[in-house]
Nanobody
């Protein structure tokens, strides 16, 4: 069993930055694909970014490419999402998720096995 705990959310003005962290329990963290998703009120959960176990392969939604950076520190069992140039449309609850099986469908939330409780990000205009 893996537990994921997000932190780092908050209120920021448009153009500002935040760094989200997701701390994972469990000794097998380093073998998991990790993803970040977000869900705004009234909308479906959407893919933001993902990173393979070694950290060498990263994937982004078009809406955040060039502004967000996903990274991981396997020694600390932590994955990060650095968010720059934030826009009001980035406002959502952000969730981290872990995929045990390195699925090719990493943009699909259904393939993830573990989820955190979420952290609120609010970007004011």
């Amino acid at each position: 069993q893996v537990q994921l705990v997000e932190s780092g959310g908050g209120l920021v003005q448009a153009g500002g930055s935040l760094r989200l962290s997701c701390a994972a329990s469990g000794r097998t963290f380093s073998s998991y694909t990790m993803g970040w998703f977000r869900q705004a009120p009234g909308k479906e959960r959407e893919f933001v970014a993902a990173i393979r176990w070694g950290g060498g392969s990263t994937y982004y939604a078009d809406s955040v490419k060039g502004r967000f950076t996903i990274s991981r520190d396997n020694a600390k069992n932590t994955v990060y999402l650095q968010m720059n140039s934030l826009k009001p449309e980035d406002t959502a609850v952000y969730y981290c998720a872990a995929d045990k099986y390195a699925s090719n469908w990493l943009r699909n939330p259904d393939i993830y096995d573990y989820w955190g409780q979420g952290t609120q990000v609010t970007v004011s205009s």
